[in-house]
């Protein structure tokens, strides 16, 4: 039962990261009326239900940046960590030349 409530909150597939606190509510509300769920188990169905959204949304992000990184480097475009990276390495070595200038 609870896999099926998690299945309709997610049933869009990337919907997870769309998903807020209240359409979760609202699909639990929906499920309550159908006579689906007991109106006392509600709220703990939300909470859960919402828990295991956030999880999937954090999961989804992570791959997405995962791919997005993968496709930077076939592309040899640097990311935005190894631009700071460079930046803080060639800071470093003006300072020493201006060192060893002075």
């Known amino acids: ?4 409530i998690f299945e309709k ?5 990337f919907g997870a990261l769309l998903i ?5 509510e609202e699909i639990i509300n929906d499920m309550v009326k159908k006579g689906e769920i007991k109106k006392d188990e509600a709220k703990a169905q ?3 239900i ?3 959204v956030l999880s999937s949304k954090k999961e ?4 997405i940046e995962e791919v997005v ?6 592309l040899d475009i640097p990311t935005r960590k190894e631009l700071l990276q ?4 060639l800071e470093e070595l003006i300072k020493r030349l201006e060192a060893k200038e002075e």
Not at 86 to 89: A, G, L
Request: hydrophobic fraction near 35%; proline fraction near 0%; charge should be positive.
């Open 1 to 4: 039962m609870k896999s099926d």
């Open 9 to 13: 909150a997610i049933s869009l597939g």
């Open 20 to 24: 807020t606190k209240e359409n979760v």
């Open 46 to 48: 939300a909470k859960e």
């Open 50 to 52: 919402f828990n295991k």
């Open 60 to 63: 989804i992000e992570a791959k």
């Open 69 to 74: 990184e993968n496709v930077l480097h076939k």
């Open 86 to 89: 460079m930046e803080k390495k």
